[in-house]
């Protein structure tokens, strides 16, 4: 496992913009691909957007495409996730979440070995 921290969030009025930071505290951070899930209230937790260990390769979901860019700095151990446009529905807690070395990841929970504590998002109507 990778122990990671986020940052970041807070509140924010629809229309603005936030930036979440993962912060991996061990140098292996380039083996695993990394992705930041978001959950609410009676949902499960949902894949927001992933990245590949290079960094070449994106996923995003549906309603963040356009909006939501992630991206990883491996020299600095951290990935990021920039959030324009936000909406009041991109209101969860959102994590961070590293792969499982040396598989793939894909788009459910268990495929990442790893997770962050959480850090809230909330958009203002």
């Known amino acids: 496992q990778v122990q990671l921290v986020e940052s970041g969030g807070g509140l924010v009025q629809a229309g603005g913009s936030l930036r979440l930071s993962c912060a991996a505290s061990r140098s292996t951070f380039t083996n695993y691909p990394m992705a930041w899930f978001h959950q609410t209230p009676g949902k499960g937790r949902e894949l927001v957007a992933s990245?590949?260990?290079?960094?070449?390769?994106?996923y995003y979901a549906d309603s963040v495409q356009g909006r939501f860019t992630i991206s990883r700095d491996n020299a600095k151990n951290t990935v990021y996730l920039q959030m324009n446009s936000l909406k009041p529905e991109d209101t969860a807690v959102y994590y961070c979440a590293a792969g499982r070395w040396p598989y793939s990841a894909g788009t459910h929970p268990s495929d990442f070995g790893s997770w962050g504590q959480g850090t809230q998002v909330t958009v203002s109507s």
């Open positions: 990245i590949s260990r290079d960094g070449t390769t994106t």
